[in-house]
């Protein structure tokens, strides 16, 4: 009996194999075809959007002039057809440094400062909640917004290769998220801007019920080592000021700020000097250094100090021009919390830019922001391009304000409890000062990921 059932048992298992291989492959098929019909939808979607020149100007929140709208959709077409390379290239990176830097809710997330060293270890799961936000309208200028969400998707577009931190999924992690996350969430919030601003109406995104139904809203309580009652974010507050400088130096006007040149590339003899160094003239006619670097203006020592605080100085020169000025490159020495600014080692070299600029790898590269929608915060552990919404309590009412951690600075790396509201550009202390109290000192916050 077993040698007559043998061949037609051969016979059944045959043909079912060739129906299992017919049925996978039709599968393959079938998804292949589904994917690039996706693909092929997603493209349509993205070449019907409009870009924004980084240059628009503040306008009230509901409404522009035809001519501005005309200005939002130049050259948008050619922006989304780059992007599509990029992010291929993006995925198979975030692929690998997800692998490399991702851990589980129950894992510690390990802490690192700006040297990439390791500090301390977080659980996430005691940070990070998934909750609603609050029915509280949303604030925030569209135009500011939307400039400063294109400028930060197009870092990621054409510097993730050489700015492998910008990969790092940092703290959110925890919750899942994975830079194509912020990378999805940034493209569908520049999506709802560009469709309302056109259409002269309100935006969505100040929309409370419309972010709850689209985004996964995760509070962010403070964890401060130094202060583990802490569970609100310290809201500190950066500005551009103005300052009267020369070209030359003077009685009145001193103190200079300096530039590298494009030889000093290549030589590091900068990174020999405090900023106490710099003080003492070590650049100026007669010094040991003179020649080495530029001075590219002339102010008083309030002015630098000013200047090396903030980041970003505006010079009105006694000759009538005017100038933006940025960090560029600094000596190598780390910014000492707690330290007075006199005080501090750490000293920054300058270059004049064409608007306030956030973060970048380089000079050249760094994000063009704007006032009252960017964050400066710890890009190696929250990460670059994260939408953060603050909640404060002011006079027994509730506000919602919404921006983009799109700067950093030495004092936030690490920083796992604080971020830096870019308040404006100021004539002086007293303006600012003015300004930020009517700002609160510590909120609840929340990020905004694409669901």
């Excluded at 060293?117 to 005691?126: D, E, P, R």
Aim: charged share 20%; hydrophobic share 35%.
């Amino acid at each position: 009996m077993s040698i007559q059932f043998c061949p037609k048992l051969r016979l059944i298992v045959s043909v079912t194999a060739l129906s299992l291989i017919s049925l996978v492959t039709l599968n393959l098929y079938t998804q292949s075809k589904n994917k690039k019909l996706v693909q092929q939808h997603q493209t349509a979607q993205n070449l019907s959007l409009t870009q924004q020149e980084n240059s628009v100007k503040p306008q009230s929140q509901t409404s522009l002039t035809s001519s501005q709208t005309a200005r939002l959709s130049t050259n948008f077409q050619n922006y989304f057809i780059s992007q599509q390379t990029s992010d291929d290239r993006i995925s198979k990176q975030d692929t690998s440094s997800s692998e490399k830097y991702s851990v589980s809710a129950s894992t510690p997330y390990p802490v690192i400062d700006e040297w990439k060293k390791y500090k301390f270890s977080v659980n996430g799961s005691q940070i990070l909640t998934q909750i609603k936000l609050p029915t509280t309208k949303v604030n925030f200028n569209q135009t500011d917004l939307l400039t400063v969400l294109i400028n930060t998707r197009k870092y990621y577009q054409d510097h993730a290769s050489a700015d492998q931190d910008i990969l790092r999924p940092g703290l959110l992690s925890t919750k899942g998220v994975t830079v194509q996350d912020i990378l999805k969430t940034l493209d569908f919030m520049i999506t709802i801007l560009r469709e309302d601003i056109a259409n002269k109406r309100t935006t969505r995104l100040q929309n409370p019920s419309f972010i709850n139904s689209n985004f996964r809203v995760i509070k962010w309580s403070a964890y401060n080592p130094k202060a583990r009652s802490q569970k609100q974010l310290r809201i500190t507050k950066y500005a551009v000021f103005t300052h009267t400088g020369s070209h030359k130096k003077t009685s009145t006007y001193n103190t200079a700020i300096y530039s590298l040149k494009q030889n000093s590339n290549n030589n590091n003899f900068y990174t020999k000097y405090t900023k106490q160094d710099v003080l003492s003239g070590i650049y100026e006619p007669g010094g040991k250094e003179f020649g080495k670097v530029e001075p590219l203006a002339y102010l008083t020592r309030t002015g630098l100090e000013e200047a090396l605080m903030q980041g970003t100085v505006l010079v009105n020169f006694t000759d009538g021009s005017k100038t933006f000025f940025n960090v560029d490159k600094n000596n190598g020495m780390s910014y000492i919390r707690g330290l007075k600014a006199t005080s501090q080692k750490r000293y920054w070299y300058f270059k004049n830019v064409d608007a306030i600029k956030g973060y970048g790898y380089k000079i050249d590269a760094k994000i063009s922001i704007k006032p009252g929608v960017t964050f400066a915060g710890d890009v190696l552990n929250i990460g670059l391009g994260r939408v953060v919404i603050i909640e404060h309590t002011k006079g027994g009412r509730k506000y919602l304000q919404m921006g983009v951690i799109a700067d950093t600075g030495g004092a936030f790396l690490p920083n796992l409890y604080q971020l830096d509201f870019l308040a404006g550009i100021f004539q002086n202390q007293k303006d600012f000062g003015q300004r930020i109290r009517q700002l609160p000192e510590y909120a609840t916050a929340y990020f905004l990921v694409k669901k």
